[in-house]
């Protein structure tokens, strides 16, 4: 009896929906090697794992988020959460969801009320903090001032959870709050920003009354396709005085051009980024 082919067992089998890969960067057709997945997809499992791993840990650059947003004169205010740490911020999800002592009183000394109220925090991924937040808050800043609305400074909240939003809007008596913060990592998505709006914020609000745009980013959802999308909810909840899962998402190819009713010609005050022909992941204006 002769011994088996070894390069049989470890030879890579390609799997027959690998044509669909293309399509999305899921784990899908991995292929296997023998009864196992091909080393090249464990190693990557285990490299997305450890970006993921990073991501939640990593540490948030507030002062240069709002250098950045300096850089583009829109004012910010720092607060704290009572989370003070990190870990304290994973083990205790609701010291994040409340402001420090002190903090609601330094915020009510913000000429109030305010229609809008923007809240940028790490949340449980600094990197798409870092990587999306200012590029998702720019072209709807703009917006909102070219129709007019009293914006607040923006809240730079570290260690925050979602449901800061509502005690940072009540003290700053807003019509709307505006969160944006990391998302939990997802292996192959470490950078995902979450956009949580809430009409009329306060410590009563639950889920239910917010809306929720989620894996923004390029490979996502756009950051500009976001704003876009934040402030035609806005106006439809102006418009028909709803919030959260009564606010349905009806939106079909609005633009922030067309939202303000101003020329086209005139678009690139709102930061609008060039469009390539056939570029995967923009949205036509």
């Known amino acids: 009896m002769s011994a088996p082919d070894s390069s049989l067992a470890t030879r890579v089998q390609t799997?027959?929906?690998?044509?669909?890969?293309?399509?999305?960067?899921?784990r899908i057709a991995l292929g296997r090697a023998g009864g196992s997945l091909p080393t090249r997809e464990i190693l990557d499992f285990r490299a997305s794992?450890?970006?993921?791993?990073?991501?939640?840990?990593?540490?948030?650059?507030?002062?240069?988020v709002a250098a950045d947003l300096a850089g583009h004169s829109v004012p910010t205010i720092q607060v704290a959460t009572?989370?003070?740490?990190?870990?304290?911020?994973?083990?205790?999800?609701?010291?994040?969801?409340?402001?420090?002592?002190?903090?609601?009183?330094?915020?009510?000394?913000?000429?109030?009320?305010?229609?809008?109220v923007i809240v940028v925090s790490d949340g449980?991924?600094?990197?798409?903090?870092?990587?999306?937040?200012?590029?998702?808050?720019?072209?709807?800043?703009?917006?909102?001032?070219?129709?007019?609305?009293k914006v607040a400074p923006v809240v730079i909240a570290p260690f925050a959870r979602v449901?800061?939003?509502?005690?940072?809007g009540e003290a700053m008596v807003a019509s709307?709050?505006?969160?944006?913060?990391?998302?939990?990592?997802?292996?192959?998505?470490?950078?995902?920003?979450?956009?949580?709006?809430?009409?009329?914020?306060?410590?009563?609000?639950?889920?239910?009354d917010r809306n929720c745009l989620s894996n923004i980013r390029p490979e996502g959802l756009p950051p500009y396709a976001a704003a876009e999308k934040l402030l035609w909810l806005m106006q439809q909840s102006r418009a028909t005085g709803r919030r959260g899962i009564h606010l349905k998402d009806t939106m079909a190819a609005a633009?922030?051009?067309?939202?303000?009713?101003?020329?086209e010609t005139k678009a690139d005050e709102l930061g609008h980024p060039p469009v390539s022909p056939g570029a995967a992941g923009t949205q036509a204006p």
């Open 15 to 26: 799997d027959l929906w690998q044509h669909l890969k293309r399509f999305t960067p899921a």
């Open 49 to 64: 794992h450890a970006l993921a791993r990073d991501a939640v840990q990593a540490k948030f650059n507030a002062a240069g």
């Open 82 to 116: 009572q989370a003070r740490s990190r870990a304290e911020f994973l083990q205790r999800p609701d010291r994040g969801r409340m402001l420090a002592t002190g903090e609601e009183e330094r915020l009510s000394r913000v000429p109030r009320p305010v229609d809008l």
């Open 124 to 149: 449980l991924s600094a990197l798409a903090a870092h990587r999306h937040a200012v590029a998702t808050l720019l072209p709807l800043w703009r917006a909102v001032q070219v129709l007019g609305w």
């Open 163 to 168: 449901k800061l939003q509502d005690a940072v």
């Open 176 to 208: 709307f709050a505006v969160m944006l913060l990391g998302e939990r990592p997802g292996l192959g998505t470490p950078d995902s920003l979450g956009a949580y709006l809430i009409a009329s914020p306060t410590a009563g609000c639950t889920d239910a």
């Open 255 to 263: 633009s922030l051009r067309a939202a303000v009713g101003r020329d």
